[in-house]
């Protein structure tokens, strides 16, 4: 059975007002356990406003979403339980961190989910040290900390509760490219360490695929395509036709094979799209992937 599921969920901001605005059109999904998922669309496509439902932040106003078979909406269902299983990291939620050191502000949700003082001391500890944090910055204000840091902190206050599921927001909107690096190197480090599941929104389709075991596309609300990486690069033309960047090795390979060379669209890192050409080279120009 998958972890979590997405049945048929639909969304309209401001119903039965002027504003009403549908944000989500009868999307399903399924995640697996242990899985590395990417969403990604977009702007408007409805990515926030579905990961938002993961956790009950936002109910739908169709559909349902279960974990583990159980759907999180229903009334004998602790919605507070669900949000310490199911981890939500905000886009720039350096700007919810509140308390007065960074170790308190970690210790927020362990405290909330009732654990005692010694396990919350551990899980703080643990927390730090898988995002990257130094002990030494424990007793700083997070208002003193860089930019980088500061997500950091917020993320370990996530990472903290041990969630089954991290979903994660444009966790590098706003980073450098070594910031960039960094964040999804130590969220690839979460998945791999502790086998926690992770949904990952994101704009770039280039990170998405280094990144993500599968991705899901969305378009105006929708679930557009789903698959592998290179299950959907295979598919670039029509991404290209939705208005979707392709990654750029994926736009050589695509503009290769609109002039006759047979290679394999599907590609999308430069290593796989060398190692095509090169075999085409060997091969006098005759053959494909
Ligand atoms: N609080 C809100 N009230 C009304 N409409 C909203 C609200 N939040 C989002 N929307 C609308 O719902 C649609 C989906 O928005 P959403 O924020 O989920 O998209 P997104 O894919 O996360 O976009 P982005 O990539 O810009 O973050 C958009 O048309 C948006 O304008
Ligand atoms: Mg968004």
């Known amino acids: ?99 007065e050191t960074v170790g308190k502000d970690i210790a927020y949700g362990p405290t909330n989910m009732g654990l005692d003082a010694a396990e919350i001391e551990r899980r703080v500890a643990q927390a730090m040290e898988d995002v990257g944090l130094d002990v030494s910055l424990r007793d700083k204000s997070p208002f003193e900390l860089s930019g980088g840091q500061k997500r950091r902190v917020a993320l370990a206050g996530v990472v903290a509760m041990q969630p089954e599921i991290l979903v994660l927001d444009e966790p590098t909107a706003g980073l450098d490219p070594a910031g960039r690096r960094e964040m999804f190197e130590l969220i690839r480090r979460l998945h791999d360490l502790h086998g926690t599941t992770i949904v990952l929104v994101t704009h770039s389709m280039e990170d998405a695929a280094r990144m993500a075991d599968r991705l899901v596309v969305m378009q105006n609300g929708r679930v557009f395509l789903t698959g592998k990486p290179e299950e959907v690069f295979a598919r670039a033309d029509e991404l290209e036709q939705a208005g979707l960047t392709v990654p750029q090795v994926t736009k050589i390979l695509l503009e290769l094979k609109k002039r006759g060379i047979p290679v394999d669209t599907g590609c999308y890192t430069i290593e796989q799209a060398v190692a095509q050409l090169l075999a085409y080279k060997q091969a006098g120009g005759k053959n494909g992937c």
């Open 1 to 99: 059975m998958p972890i979590l599921e997405v049945h048929d969920l639909s969304h309209v901001y401001s119903k039965g007002t002027p504003f009403e605005q549908k944000a989500l059109d009868h999307v399903n999904l399924n995640v697996e356990r242990g899985e590395f998922l990417a969403i990604i669309g977009h702007t408007g496509s409805g990515k926030s406003t579905l990961i938002q439902h993961l956790n009950g932040l936002l109910r739908p106003t169709d559909g349902q979403v279960l974990l583990h078979g159980k759907n999180i909406f229903a009334s004998d269902c602790d919605i507070r339980r669900v949000r310490f299983r199911i981890g939500l990291v905000f886009q720039y939620p350096e700007y919810q961190l509140f308390e």
